[in-house]
């Protein structure tokens, strides 16, 4: 059973152009999160998504960050317009849809560069 | 909301020796789940072990375990005959369980576990 898988590994950007990073779950697994370390800190929450709905943006930025989980194919999280401050990795975790489950299955990370 | 707090950016420990990592939060909340995380030079984020708020006894896996202090609202990780291997970063995180949806994990900033050979 592959684990979550995120891609790109590594993604340079200049500033203002758009990044897409893409995450697939484990198998079975129907609940997406993605979280963003920022240099020497901790992982910090962004959306919560399950197949088709958002079921928690609480720590998604207001402008120029959008995140999507389809009927098929993987996560997408987008960031428009990317500015130095955007540089981070962006962690995918996964979980399945049984009530109760608690823990998250995280990838490899996406770490965004912009000049 | 919830926070969680770790109050030691780096510690170092001799190979084969016995190490604790401090982590505290704060949450009003009665049922909740608490880990941690490893996270080595590779970036992969590594879950170490699990806490159930309900359960009083202390969670191990093999030479981690934790101290839970449910009143004192901490939890450390005691690593055991530390290797080398056991070199990271190390997150603590919280999970709500008591919100439908409210599934996210709170982490502290971590600890930079150095091992000693």
């Known amino acids: 059973n592959a684990g979550v898988m995120q891609n790109p590994r590594h993604l340079v950007r200049r500033r203002g152009q758009e990044a897409r990073l893409r995450c697939s779950p484990m198998k079975g697994h129907s609940h997406v999160y993605w979280y963003r370390q920022l240099p020497e800190e901790g992982l910090k929450f962004m959306v919560y998504?399950?197949?088709?709905?958002?079921?928690?943006e609480s720590g998604m930025p207001k402008e120029r960050f959008s995140a999507e989980f389809p009927k098929e194919g993987p996560s997408i999280l987008r960031i428009q317009q990317v500015v130095r401050g955007d540089s981070a990795a962006y962690f995918c975790a996964s979980s399945p849809p049984l009530a109760g489950t608690y823990e998250q299955y995280f990838g490899p990370g996406t770490r965004l560069t912009v000049t | 909301a919830q926070t969680v707090t770790q109050s030691q950016p780096e510690m170092s420990v001799q190979e084969a020796e016995t190490v604790t990592l401090s982590c505290t939060y704060d949450t009003s909340e009665s049922d909740y789940y608490l880990f941690w995380y490893k996270q080595p030079p590779s970036r992969q984020m590594i879950l170490v072990i699990r806490?159930?708020?309900?359960?009083?006894q202390n969670a191990t896996e093999n030479r981690f375990s934790v101290n839970f202090q449910k009143a004192a609202k901490s939890f450390s990780l005691k690593i055991s005959d530390s290797q080398l291997g056991d070199a990271a970063m190390y997150f603590c995180a919280y999970r709500s369980v008591s919100n439908f949806g409210n599934e996210k994990l709170t982490f502290g900033t971590g600890t930079r576990l150095t091992i000693i050979p």
């Open positions: 806490q159930e708020a309900y359960k009083q």
């Open positions: 998504l399950q197949k088709e709905n958002i079921i928690d």
